[in-house]
C-alpha cells in the first residue's frame, strides 16, 4: 500500500474513532462513570496504556484508582514471563466477585497477553465476566468496542494477526507534564529464542520521521522537556521505511528541536548498535548519559542458541567503544539466567561481564518458558534450585557494582529533572539524573518539573541524597 493511502486511512480512522468518542461521551458524562486501569509490562504497555487513558477520559470518563468504585476496569496484560501472566488471573479470579456485586461493572482486557490463542481459549470458556477483549494492534478502536458492547450488551472480541495501518493523532493521557514516551518503532524481528515478544506484538516497522518529529514538537510546546523514543529494537529503525532513515539519524533530528532538554531512548539491541550511533549520541548534547544495552548471557553459546547474533567479545568490545566516547556514560542491562542448558561454566562467563563492565543497574530474569517459542522445546531446562541458586548471586554481584557507581557521585553536581513529591517525605522532591538515577532533594514544589543543579551528599543502593546549588535557592 501506497504512503499517501496509508495516510488517508489512518486519518478517516482517527476521525471514525473521534466521532464515535463524541457521541459516547453525553451518556458517560451524565452516568458519572468511572474507570480504573492497570497496567503490566514494559514501556511500550505503559505508553499504549496513555492513549487508552486519554481516549476514556474524552469519553467523559473519570479516573479512580479504587477498583471497586469503578464501572470499567481494564487491564493492561503482558506475557514476557509466566508470572506476568498469573497475576492477571489471579485478578480475574477476584473480578468475578466483584462482578456480583455489581452487575453493570465492565471488565476489558488488552495488550501482549491477549494475543495468543491458547490464552483467549482459555478466557472464553474460563472467565465469561470478561465483557470485552482487545490486542495490541487494534488499541485506537476502544471506542468502537465499548459503542458496540454498550449497544448490543454482549461479550466484544476483537483480536487482529497482524498489524495494519499506523493510527496516528489520538488524544494521549501523560502521567508528568514535562515527560514523555513517543513511539518510533512497533513490534520485533529478532526473534530471541525465548522471547515471546515477536508474536504478540508483530513484524518492525517504524513511523515516519515527519510524524515522530512533530510529536514531540506538540509535546515540546505543551511543556515537555525529557522524551523517551520507545522501540523495541531502536537500533533497527527506519529500515522499513519507503525512504530508509538510520536512529542516529532520527536522533540528530530530534537533537534540533528547540526547547527540549532530554533525549532517551529504549530498548538498544547490542547487534544493531552501530560507529554512527555512538558518535550521534556523543555529539548530541541532549542525548542523555545513559545507555541500557540489553546482553541476556555471557556466554557464546547460550547467546548463539538465544540466537542473540553477537559473541561475549564482541559485546564488551561495543561497550568499551561506548564508554570510550562517553567516559562517564551509565550502562545499564538485561541478564536472564538459567537458559536451557546453561551450565556453571556459562553462568560464570555471565558474572564475568558484569565484573568487566560494572554497571550501574540491571533486571535481572530467571528464563520462563514461553509456549510456541523455539526454546520451550530445548533439552535441559534448569531445576529451580539451580536457577535461584545462580540468580541470587548474580543479584549479590550486581547490587553491589551498582553501590559502588552509586558511590562515585557523592560530592560531584549533577542536573536532575525535579519530578514529584518524594512519596515517603512530604519535604523532598525526587528527580532523575541524566544517567537515569533516582535523587531525592529538600526543595520546594516550585521546582517540580525544572532542570536544576544538585550537589550529591550521599548515596544508597538505588538512590542518593542531595542538596540544591546555592543560586538555585535564591
Ligand atoms: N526488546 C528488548 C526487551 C524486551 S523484553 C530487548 O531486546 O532488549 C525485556 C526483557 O525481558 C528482555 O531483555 C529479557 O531480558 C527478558 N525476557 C524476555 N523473555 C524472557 C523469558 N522468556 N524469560 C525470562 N526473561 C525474559
Ligand atoms: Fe524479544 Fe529479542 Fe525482540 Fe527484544 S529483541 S523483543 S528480547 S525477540
Ligand atoms: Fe510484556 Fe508485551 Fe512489553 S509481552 S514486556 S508488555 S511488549
Not at 285 to 297: G, I, M, T, W, Y
Not at 450 to 459: G, H, L, Q, T, Y
Amino acid at each position: 500500500m501506497g504512503k499517501r493511502q496509508t495516510i488517508e486511512i489512518s486519518t478517516a480512522e482517527a476521525k471514525r474513532q473521534m466521532d464515535i468518542i463524541s457521541q459516547l461521551s453525553h451518556h458517560i458524562k451524565d452516568k458519572g462513570l468511572k474507570y480504573f486501569t492497570q497496567t503490566f509490562g514494559c514501556q511500550m504497555n505503559a505508553h499504549d496504556s496513555e492513549k487508552i487513558q486519554g481516549m476514556l477520559t474524552q469519553m467523559g470518563y473519570t479516573e479512580t484508582d479504587k477498583e471497586a468504585e469503578a464501572d470499567l476496569i481494564l487491564y493492561n496484560t503482558c506475557c514476557v514471563r509466566e508470572n506476568a501472566e498469573n497475576k492477571i488471573f489471579g485478578k480475574l479470579g477476584y473480578l468475578k466477585k466483584l462482578k456480583r456485586l455489581k452487575p453493570d461493572l465492565m471488565i476489558a482486557l488488552c495488550g501482549c497477553m491477549m494475543q495468543q490463542d491458547i490464552i483467549l481459549e482459555n478466557l472464553k470458556k474460563n472467565y465469561r465476566h470478561v465483557d470485552i477483549i482487545f490486542g495490541t494492534y487494534n488499541i485506537y478502536k476502544l471506542p468502537e468496542l465499548l459503542q458496540t458492547r454498550f449497544e448490543t450488551g454482549k461479550k466484544v472480541i476483537d483480536i487482529w494477526d497482524s498489524h495494519q495501518d499506523i493510527v496516528e493523532d489520538l488524544p494521549s493521557e501523560r502521567k508528568f507534564l514535562f515527560k514523555a514516551c513517543v513511539n518510533i518503532m512497533y513490534g520485533c524481528n529478532n526473534f530471541c529464542t525465548y522471547c515471546i515478544v515477536p508474536y504478540v506484538r508483530g513484524r518492525e516497522r517504524s513511523r515516519e520521521p515527519q510524524d515522530i518529529l512533530k510529536e514531540i514538537r506538540t509535546l515540546v510546546e505543551d511543556g515537555v522537556k525529557e522524551i523517551m523514543l520507545l522501540g523495541q529494537n531502536v537500533n533497527s529503525y527506519g529500515k522499513t521505511l519507503d525512504t530508509p532513515m538510520s536512529f542516529a539519524d532520527l536522533i540528530r533530528e530530534v537533537n534540533k528541536i528547540e526547547g527540549l532538554e532530554r533525549i532517551r531512548f529504549m530498548t538498544s539491541h547490542p547487534k544493531d548498535l552501530s560507529d554512527d550511533l555512538i558518535a550521534a549520541m556523543a555529539e548530541c548534547d541532549k542525548v542523555c548519559n545513559s545507555l541500557h544495552l540489553p546482553f541476556q548471557a555471557g556466554s557464546t553459546n547460550v547467546l548463539t542458541r538465544m540466537n542473540r547474533r553477537y559473541t561475549k567479545e564482541q559485546y564488551l568490545e561495543l561497550v568499551r567503544k561506548v564508554k570510550a566516547a562517553m567516559p562517564d556514560i551509565a550502562l545499564t542491562t538485561d541478564i536472564i539466567v538459567a537458559f536451557p542448558g546453561e551450565t556453571d561454566e556459562d553462568f560464570e562467563e555471565t558474572m564475568d561481564v558484569v565484573r568487566q563492565v560494572r554497571f550501574s543497574g540491571a533486571f535481572t530474569f530467571v528464563y520462563s518458558k514461553r509456549t510456541g517459542t523455539p526454546a520451550a522445546t530445548m533439552e535441559d531446562q534448569i531445576p529451580e534450585e539451580v536457577s535461584k541458586e545462580r540468580f541470587n548471586r548474580l543479584l549479590d554481584l550486581v547490587n553491589s557494582t551498582q553501590a559502588e557507581h552509586m558511590q562515585s557521585f557523592i560530592g560531584k553536581v549533577t542536573d536532575v529533572l525535579l519530578e514529584e513529591v518524594n512519596k515517603q517525605d512530604a519535604t523532598l522532591l525526587s528527580g532523575r539524573t541524566s544517567e537515569g538515577i533516582l535523587v531525592h532533594v529538600k526543595a520546594d514544589q516550585s521546582f517540580i518539573g525544572e532542570i536544576v543543579n544538585i550537589k550529591i551528599i550521599s548515596a544508597k543502593t538505588h538512590y542518593l541524597m542531595g542538596e540544591l546549588v546555592s543560586d538555585e535557592c535564591e
